[in-house]
């Protein structure tokens, strides 16, 4: 079994080095046949990696614990799922994930382009097979997740493993790793043609309409990822955040905050053909902070609670982007006469001039968060002193930066392209400014008093009508014109365009999140320890504490306490706050007890038993408005599958344009 | 070029306020990893500045006492006392043995005083005595 895992991964190793070569030389010399093999050979790196990867999930799923990996992740009394999900939850299996999800992509890649984009095609080939190799290398050599169990040579298995870290037993968090890599990898395909479009100084922009839905379904998939950790943060950790600003989160946010930069400026070039230089830089730059979340998660550069073993990981990382960046840069460099704009900025109140500014405050916040992470790292550079710094720095920035992108999500799409007349700005701000206006007043009277707060409902009050106002104007045109309901004409609308009312959606979504967001302002929190009979009293909640039991399963044991939540003599729920101890790892987790409502949440976590063993601490929060960070999660997916639909317009217009064509051709004959 | 410079002069007032907000942040919320015996050699600018400072959780030395954690972080043989009085209970993996991180300020009494504590495992993967002999170690037959 061993054997046919490394020996299929030795042997992709070599496919991959063949791909590389064979598609570039024979684009050079052009024959067609190495062309063809380099292609084949794509196919082939991913059945090898298909079958290591298959030997190494059966191990595991068989508990076969003569293989060290499968004694690290994997024990039997974990459920089938978790089994599975311990391919991801290690060192070397996550490393052999992300290679085989490239090799996917990859082969998806070349047999959707089967028949377009011939002369780009072998570099893109090339450039996948680059980096396929230099994961294969990692894979084969440095954490080959194939290594066995042995004493004196003699290989042995363990009676049992350690089990997959239990913070990592919960659904959520199973397919989030997935989610996250699926976004990280994705990235490699836009990057791939973009490079093979400068080599190749292709004319137009082929890349960007080859890549865009690539591009979306990556940043999907990125988003979905950092949304399904947020949220395990939040049911699991028993902190009750849902972001702390973590290195590893910061991985995950960086490469999409490019990559949500690079989705806006790509309209530039597409409409304008403007910003072509900039764009090569983003997606270049979201390609390199993919790799890097990848390393920072895998060789601990940052010491993090996400605590990852240290490794020799990090020199081939380093290597690997060092030589990267520098051909990249030195291509582009090299290429900057082919990539000139094509108009100018106009004004400062346009649409380009909106994306301008949106991308600023992007690119800086992902430099901020970047500049945070490893700020450790660069004092310790510099002065010699490692200095972190910590969540109070990072809310500090963001909040403001937040805020203003917040902001420019409202108006920017409402700017005309060139420049905006005065009348044009009257005519679709002044209703939501008066409105946001009139809320922050309100609040104020209310006694909101957070600066922050405020201004952020305010802002979001005023999105939120603009993107409705906007749905409302195209819709009662429709409506009128061809005598729908408003419903029927509001997707009627979307289905015409559906990269821009998809777009708004995804603004809707940003929009709740903030909601969501600000309500942190509005936190409550106690910590007691309580036996049953014990009351306490959070807000207007009273929590008394009913049980307390302890009891046990194969795979781990438990106190639960259980909880009634209680508000002016009425029952509302009860919640049973769990405290888990795995036994394999030796571990201890936390299972929340949380009553969600769209208003607010409450959070119970056992803290742990108190040191005479008589009572639990229990720690209870408040947590307003928490719920529509899910929601604005939820709406920001749908939306982006909208903007995934191909427009009618757009269908209704090619045809024309074929028509057009052959009544041209029906007259030459003439 | 008039329109550049509005351009130019927007761009610099956004970007100058970052730095700004950046910048002010820093001082007032860094925090200095230190290892034990750098404290000590630290001398009076240690009891100024917040500090993180990592080691392992010294077997029986966990006391509890009302509302305060009191133990000792040893590393190299270097000891040092750290009192924690914060409100969140101890993360599940701190007890004796595992490794510690303690963030907090260093008082004049020479008890580190900790505002919060991170812990980890110490080793994960122990075979269990009396089954083995020896614990399997992983070779790598590939390479």
Redesign the interface.
Known sequence: MENVGSLALLLAFCVAVYAVVASVAGRLKRKAFLIVSGERAVYSVWVLMTVASGVLVYGLITGDFRFSYVAQHSNQSMPLLYKFAAWWGGQEGSLLFWSWLLSTYSAVVVFSNRRKHRDMMPYVVGVLGVVQTFFLILNNFVVSPFKMLAVDKLITAVPDGNGLNPLLQYPAMAIHPPMLYLGYVGFAVPFAFAIASLITRQPGEAWIHTTRRWTLVTWLFQSCGIMLGAAWAYHVLGWGGYWGWDPVENASLLPWLSGTAFLHSVMMQEKKGMMKVWNMVLVSATFFLCIFGTSLTRTGLVSSVHAFAQGPLGKYFVTFMAIGIAATVYLILDRLPYLRSESELESVISRESSFLFNNLILLASCFAVLWGTLFPVISEAVSGEKISLDTVWFNKLMIPIGLFLLLLTGVGPLFAWRRTSVDSLRRNFQIPGIAAVVLVGGLLVAGVRSFYALISFGFCLFVALTVLMEFYRGAHAIAVKNQMNLLRATIELTHRNTRRYGGYLVHMGIVLMFIGFTGAAFNQSDVKEMKTGDTLNLGHYQLKMVDLQENENGNYSWHRATVQVWRGGELLSTLEPEKRFYKASRQGTSEVGVRPRLNEDVYLNFGGMSDDGQRAVIQAYVFPLVSWIWIGGLVLIGGTLVCLVPSKIKMQYARTEVLGITRKYAEVPK | MK??G??AA??VV??G??IW??S???N???????TISEVDQMGDRAYDERL?VAGDVESGSIQ?TSGRVEFMLVQDKLRLKVAYSG????P??FRDGAQA?ADGKMGRDGVFHASKI?A??AS??E?KPG??R?A????????
Not at chain 2, 87 to 90: F, I
């Open positions: 329109k550049y509005k351009f927007l761009i956004v970007l306020a970052l907000l950046a002010a942040g820093i007032e919320t860094k925090t200095y990893y230190k993180r509890h409100s969140e209970p101890l599940d993996t991180l991170q980890k495992c994960k993967y075979a089954q083995l020896r399997p170690a992983p070779i790598n037959k590939t390479t």
